[in-house]
């Protein structure tokens, strides 16, 4: 941990938990007359830096609002985009992941997604089960009227 990074940071007043709404990518990439999926995947940039500082400064747990049910209404292009983001991420990022302790928790509907995302995720969800470090939450495939949906269907049927 470099000093000047978090020399106006007081480490010890620091939250254990972060909630991280994964937003603007679009306007950042309209404002820079570029394409929607690089404003992604500058996003991505940027959210790989914040997982690492959070694990370096002790952040217990961050949780990333990465894909809403919602955003299947997207373009088609957009989503494809996302959706590759996922895979790209994943295998760019898990081996680092591991070494650095972090636990992944895949939030959502898993079974929603195409397949070769599915598996990505239930893949670092598998590989960091067992670490005990930055507790990092990703909400794909989420959404409050899905919750909702699918909590007064368990009871239903219960």
């Given at each position: ?51 690492r500082s959070s694990s ?77 470090g930055l507790r990092l ?22």
């Amino acid at each position: 941990m470099t000093a000047p990074l978090y020399a106006e940071i007081d480490l010890n007043r620091l939250p254990r938990h972060v909630a991280i709404i994964m937003d603007g990518n679009g306007r950042w990439a309209k404002q820079h007359k570029v394409k929607v999926a690089l404003g992604h995947r500058t996003g991505t940039e940027t959210l790989r830096e914040i997982i690492r500082s959070s694990s370096d400064i002790g952040i217990e747990a961050l949780s990333l609002y990465a894909f809403s049910t919602e955003n299947w209404a997207r373009p088609a292009a957009e989503v494809e985009a996302l959706m590759q983001l996922i895979l790209d991420f994943f295998a760019s990022e898990i081996d680092e992941l591991v070494r650095n302790n972090v636990r992944i928790t895949i939030l959502g509907d898993k079974a929603g997604l195409p397949a070769p995302q599915r598996e990505a995720l239930e893949d670092a969800e598998r590989r960091t089960c067992g670490l005990s470090g930055l507790r990092l939450n990703i909400a794909v495939n989420y959404g409050g009227r899905a919750e909702l949906v699918r909590a007064a269907r368990q009871l239903a049927a219960e």
